[in-house]
C-alpha cells in the first residue's frame, strides 16, 4: 500500500520513530474494551480519544493504533490504524517518569477529531484483535531474552564483587548461605533460557508459539525479580550502589512483569488451555 511505501523507508533509515499504541489511560489488560473510537467519514474515518503506557510514545513520529469502530461488536469492531504526529489532531503527552527503563520513552498521545484516511487503515473490523494477538508472541518472547540478558549481568556482577569481598575471613562466595542462592539463580537463567529459545524457534518456525512463549514470559520474568534481588543480596550494601547495574536491572525486571501482557494475563492464557494440554 501506498503509505508503507512512504512510510516504511523513513523508518528503515531511523528518521521515522513507530510505536505501538494498544494500552489507553483506562484499559491496559482488558484490551477488547479499549475506548479509543473511530467512526466512518468520506475517505476515511475519525478517531477521538487517548492512549498511554506506550513505548517510544514521547519520540514516535508514527504509532500503530487500535480503535473502536462499533462498540456493540467487541473486539470483533477493533480496526488498527496508521497514525501520524506531524497530522493535525495529533496531541503528544508528557511522557511518565519512571523508575527504570528511562531510555524507552513511555507515554501517550490524544487524537482530537484525528482525520485517517482509507489508505491507513492497517487492518479493518473484525481482523485487528487478532492480528494484534499473532503479533505478541514475539514480543513476549524478547521480553524473556531481555531478562535472562539482566540476570547474566547480575550474575557476572555479583560473582566477581563475592569473590574479591571477604568476611569472616574468606570470600563471600566461599559461604555455603551466599553460595547457592547464586547457584539457584543460575539454574533458574539456565531454565529461562531454554523457554526462551523455545519460544523464538517455534516463532521462526512459524508454529504455534502462543503457550511456549506465556510460558517464557511468565517463567523469565517472575525469576527475574526474585534472582536479582537475590544477587543484590549477596553482595551485601553495595549491591544497591548506582555504579552496579543491579538496581536498574531490578526496577525493569518489575517492568517486563507487565509489557506485552502482565504475569496474570500469561496465567490465564496458559489456564484456558489445561484442558486441551492435560485434560
Ligand atoms: C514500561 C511500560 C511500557 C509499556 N509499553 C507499551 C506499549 O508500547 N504499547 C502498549 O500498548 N502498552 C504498553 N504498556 C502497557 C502494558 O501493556 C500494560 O501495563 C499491561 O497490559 C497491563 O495493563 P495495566 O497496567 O493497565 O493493568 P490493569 O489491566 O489495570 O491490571 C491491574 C492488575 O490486575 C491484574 N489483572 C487484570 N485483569 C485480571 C484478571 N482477569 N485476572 C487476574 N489478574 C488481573 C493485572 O495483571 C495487573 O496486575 C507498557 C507498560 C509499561 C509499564
New binding site residues.
Given amino acids: 500500500p501506498a503509505h508503507v511505501a512512504r512510510l516504511l523507508p523513513r523508518m528503515i533509515a531511523g528518521e521515522l520513530i513507530g ?5 489507553e489511560p483506562g ?5 477488547g474494551g479499549l475506548e479509543m473510537a473511530a467512526v466512518r467519514v468520506d475517505g476515511g474515518w475519525k478517531l477521538n480519544g487517548a ?7 514521547a519520540v514516535a513520529g508514527l504509532s500503530v493504533a487500535y480503535a473502536q469502530t462499533d462498540k456493540a461488536q467487541g473486539y470483533r469492531g477493533i480496526a488498527c490504524f496508521a497514525i501520524e504526529a506531524d497530522r493535525p489532531g495529533f496531541h503528544r503527552e508528557k511522557p ?1 517518569e ?1 523508575h527504570g ?1 528511562h531510555a ?1 520513552g ?1 507515554g501517550g498521545f490524544r487524537l482530537v477529531d484525528y482525520i485517517a484516511p482509507d489508505e491507513a487503515v492497517l487492518h479493518p473490523p473484525g481482523r485487528a484483535f487478532k492480528a494484534a494477538l499473532a503479533g505478541i508472541n514475539g514480543a513476549r518472547a524478547y521480553v524473556a531474552a531481555m531478562c535472562c540478558g539482566m540476570l547474566q549481568a547480575s550474575l557476572e556482577t555479583a560473582v566477581r564483587y563475592t569473590r574479591q569481598r571477604r568476611t569472616f575471613g574468606q570470600p563471600v562466595l566461599e559461604h555455603q548461605g551466599v553460595r547457592w542462592k547464586l547457584v539457584d539463580a543460575a539454574t533458574d537463567l539456565e531454565a529461562a533460557r531454554l523457554l526462551t529459545y523455545r519460544a523464538a524457534r517455534l516463532i521462526d518456525e512459524a508454529g504455534d508459539a502462543v503457550l511456549p512463549a506465556a510460558h517464557a514470559k511468565k517463567f523469565a520474568t517472575e525469576m527475574a525479580v526474585r534472582r536479582i534481588a537475590d544477587c543484590i543480596q549477596a553482595m551485601g550494601a553495595n549491591g544497591l550502589r548506582a555504579e552496579y547495574p543491579l538496581a536498574r536491572h531490578l526496577a525493569c525486571a518489575k ?1 517486563a ?9 500469561m ?2 492464557r496458559i489456564g484456558a488451555a489445561l484442558p486441551q494440554v492435560f485434560g
Fill in positions: 510505536c505501538a499504541g494498544l494500552s484499559v491496559g489488560s482488558d484490551f492512549k498511554a503506557w506506550i513505548t517510544n510514545a511518565f519512571l527503563g524507552i513511555v517492568i512483569a507487565y509489557t506485552d501482557g502482565s504475569i496474570e494475563m496465567n490465564e
